[in-house]
């Protein structure tokens, strides 16, 4: 019954990479004596120690259980009579001595490699990082440098940095989060802009859109694209209140996806990992989110001119139509012209032009 449970585990054929070297080790332990039952026996209670991250209990159940494995093998080769059945037998009286010695070598082994095993904590290990950022907030403050080992690298992209005295180009959006055309103007448009002139642009998100609010405290909204896109709206305008600085790379992640709905805890918890679903769920579900909304309609209706479609784009506070247009075929280049400083060397490439759509 042992030998049933404990054979089908040495099928192991593929060698591990050498960067595991405990397994290396083990690997070439067994291949060593993989044609002995012991051998066999002693890479399975190997394996299974360091399937556990047990490896020292391992090595002392491979020990311990040495004695055992010397009498299953004795039990194996013993001749169960006399005759034809003990000359069979015969050849393996020398087997015994094998063992034996096989032992002592063994023992050595284990010796040795329990002695490596923990070893490489001090000399072959590598430190586990302290830091629990995303790499896009490693620069934002030098206390998250600090913690990320990464303060030369930020002062010297500070320092590169055009001057902070000129004013970025502030570029608001009014948006629904089910409209088509303004999730493909986040993703293709807006997004990838910001990730390449973050230095010289702010972005405003402010969903909404289309929608009215109603004096009915049942149902104070509608929208365009029906009650999930309200709950959605709601639940963005909530995660841009509690996330502050990574809010539109949770925004970007929700309209990026197939569905907006599903994909905003998962997008929440990859790139705001501090902020729990709970308390957005509680904004949703409370009063925040409804006054959250309440300002996101006052401030749509305060637009001159007023909005007649979304996306709804505005830089530095104006609408004009010939903005608008520039903005949908290549907001990048757009942001550019619209910067007062030294432009970043980003902007030295032509024009990329994009289709333009709007609910």
């Not at 020398?94 to 002695?115: D, E, H, P, Y």
């Not at 705001?272 to 989110?289: E, F, H, I, N």
Request: include cysteine; proline fraction near 7%; hydrophobic fraction near 40%.
């Amino acid at each position: 019954m042992l030998l049933k449970t404990i054979l089908p585990l040495c099928n192991h054929q593929k060698e591990p990479s050498y960067h595991n070297m405990s397994l290396y080790f083990k690997w070439r332990l067994f291949h060593y004596y993989k044609s002995t039952i012991y051998g066999c026996v002693l890479y399975s209670l190997l394996t299974f120690g360091a399937r556990s991250r047990s490896f020292r209990g391992s090595v002392k159940a491979a020990a311990a259980f040495t004695p055992g494995v010397n009498q299953l093998l004795m039990e194996l080769i013993r001749p169960r009579g006399g005759g034809a059945a003990a000359s069979v037998f015969s050849p393996f009286s020398a087997v015994r001595t094998s063992l034996q010695i096989l032992n002592m070598k063994l023992s050595g082994l284990l010796a040795v490699f329990l002695l490596f095993c923990t070893s490489r904590r001090s000399y072959g290990s590598h430190p586990k990082p302290s830091c629990h950022y995303p790499p896009s907030q490693w620069c934002r403050t030098l206390e998250i440098a600090i913690e990320c080992k990464v303060q030369k690298q930020c002062m010297e992209l500070n320092a590169i940095k055009p001057n902070q005295t000129v004013p970025p180009v502030s570029v608001t959006l009014y948006y629904e989060s089910l409209c088509p055309a303004c999730r493909v103007f986040i993703a293709q448009q807006l997004f990838p802009t910001w990730t390449m002139l973050q230095d010289i642009m702010t972005v405003t998100l402010v969903p909404y859109g289309n929608a009215k609010e109603l004096p009915s405290a049942n149902s104070p909204f509608t929208c365009q694209h029906g009650e999930p896109e309200c709950q959605g709206n709601m639940i963005e305008a909530c995660i841009i209140h509690l996330t502050g600085h990574s809010a539109f790379q949770i925004i970007n992640c929700m309209e990026s996806a197939a569905n907006v709905l599903d994909a905003a805890q998962p997008c929440l918890q990859l790139y705001a990992p501090s902020v729990s679903w709970t308390r957005v769920d509680s904004c949703v579900k409370g009063g925040l989110g409804y006054q959250l909304m309440h300002a996101n309609a006052v401030m749509t209706r305060a637009l001159n001119p007023a909005h007649t479609h979304v996306p709804w784009v505005t830089f530095n506070g104006e609408y004009t139509d010939e903005m608008e247009d520039k903005a949908m075929s290549s907001l990048f280049h757009l942001v550019c012209q619209l910067y007062k400083g030294v432009r970043p060397p980003a902007c030295t490439g032509a024009p990329v032009r994009l289709d333009r759509s709007f609910c």
